[in-house]
């Protein structure tokens, strides 16, 4: 008779600044979380505190100070390769009934609870993390873009960032303006004014790779009362953008264990088409053609129709959806990446993406979820 083996260890992986571990000890599935930043494991043991009673979310077992840092064990849920994510569902060719049913259950939990725990709240009682302190003096803003100025496209726009208000912009035919120092100044602005804003529990950060199939709810470290436009934002543009686009493309290693999303890039990357200045008319051209697989925009309908819409009718209504999530929106396109490290087609098409959303004629029903067509005629 063989005696079941006390201890097994899978393969550590690296999650931001984290590692996760998967082990088994006397057949128990288990995930350990290791952070170094006592403060974020604080945020974390306090958030799944906080879900745990709205959300359904992994037992969290125990959690230990270790030498440099912190250990969390949670109740490892049902996973593999390319199995076991959200992410999973939407790395395929066509929409499935199982990502219907999927985002029905998700849809159908969040307005529940968004609806219940809602209320106006002082944004210093908001979870700040992914908005307001990216937005503070030392904050991401800062961090990225403060006494810096950088080309819009090396090699393709030689203009730099600073002067970009002195052009008009025509991007896809259509004519938008965007005056850097003005955008930045009026995030910082926007993210320090003390005005109540609407909040609810949430998980704060709803990824592809932070929700579970089946249904559940991962990583804690922004759990609690969130600004509601903030959640629809960081969900919208994640899915319309960073987990198809962006993420796999400058952070491939987040993908390890799910290596469909990096043969899913070409589906999901916007595709340029004309980058050009005319410079008697101090007029920049940009042509691109949007392109998100079907199974995203499916997600993004389903997220939008089943839950910012009916939310937005009860907290706001009448007001313009547009203006709520604006800079919500804007923050997510210049403070996840620093624009000036990435390529300079990407940085043209976030530019006019960004150039987009400020503009007066945003729409968020089809800015999140395109339909691909033909660049316009200059």
Not at 76 to 101: A, I, W, Y
Not at 155 to 180: A, E, M
Not at 321 to 338: E, F, K, N, S
Not at 349 to 366: H, I, K, Q, W
Request: hydrophobic share 40%; glycine share 6%; charged share 20%.
């Amino acid at each position: 008779m063989t005696g079941q083996r006390f201890l097994r260890i899978g393969p550590v992986r690296r999650s931001t600044r984290n590692l996760l571990c998967p082990v088994d000890v006397l057949g128990r599935p288990l995930l350990l979380k290791y952070t170094r930043d006592p403060a974020e494991a604080r945020e974390e043991i306090q958030g799944h505190a906080r879900l745990a009673g709205h959300y359904r979310a992994p037992t969290l077992h125990t959690h230990l100070r270790v030498p440099g840092g912190h250990l969390l064990a949670y109740e490892r849920l049902p996973g593999g390769t390319d199995q076991g994510l959200l992410l999973d569902l939407l790395n395929t060719d066509e929409p499935s009934d199982d990502l219907n049913g999927y985002m029905d259950r998700l849809t159908a939990t969040y307005r529940d609870v968004i609806l219940t725990t809602a209320k106006p709240t002082d944004p210093a009682h908001v979870v700040r993390k992914l908005y307001w302190d990216r937005a503070m003096p030392g904050g991401r803003l800062d961090a990225y873009y403060a006494g810096k100025d950088f080309t819009v496209a090396d090699g393709l726009i030689d203009v730099p960032v600073s002067l970009l208000g002195t052009y008009t912009l025509r991007i896809n035919g259509r004519r938008h303006h965007l005056d850097w120092a003005t955008t930045l100044r009026r995030l910082r602005a926007h993210f320090t004014a003390t005005e109540p804003v609407w909040a609810a529990l949430t998980q704060g950060d709803p990824t592809d790779v932070n929700l579970a199939r089946p249904l559940a709810w991962l990583d804690f470290d922004t759990a609690g009362m969130n600004s509601v436009p903030g959640e629809f934002a960081n969900f919208l543009w994640y899915t319309a953008a960073l987990g198809g686009w962006l993420v796999p493309t400058y952070n491939p290693a987040a993908f390890t264990d799910h290596p469909a999303a990096l043969t899913r890039v070409p589906a999901n990357a916007p595709q340029l088409r004309r980058a050009d200045v005319d410079s008697a008319t101090n007029t920049i051209h940009i042509g691109y053609a949007p392109r998100l697989s079907a199974p995203r925009r499916v997600a993004v309908a389903a997220y939008w129709q089943q839950l910012v819409r009916p939310v937005a009718e009860r907290l706001w209504p009448g007001l313009d959806l547009a203006r709520l999530l604006r800079p919500y929106l804007a923050m997510r396109i210049l403070a996840v990446y620093d624009l000036a490290g990435l390529t300079p087609e990407d940085r043209l098409v976030l530019l006019a993406r960004l150039a987009e959303a400020l503009s007066p004629a945003f729409d968020p029903a089809t800015y999140f979820s395109p339909q691909e067509s033909p660049c316009p005629a200059p």
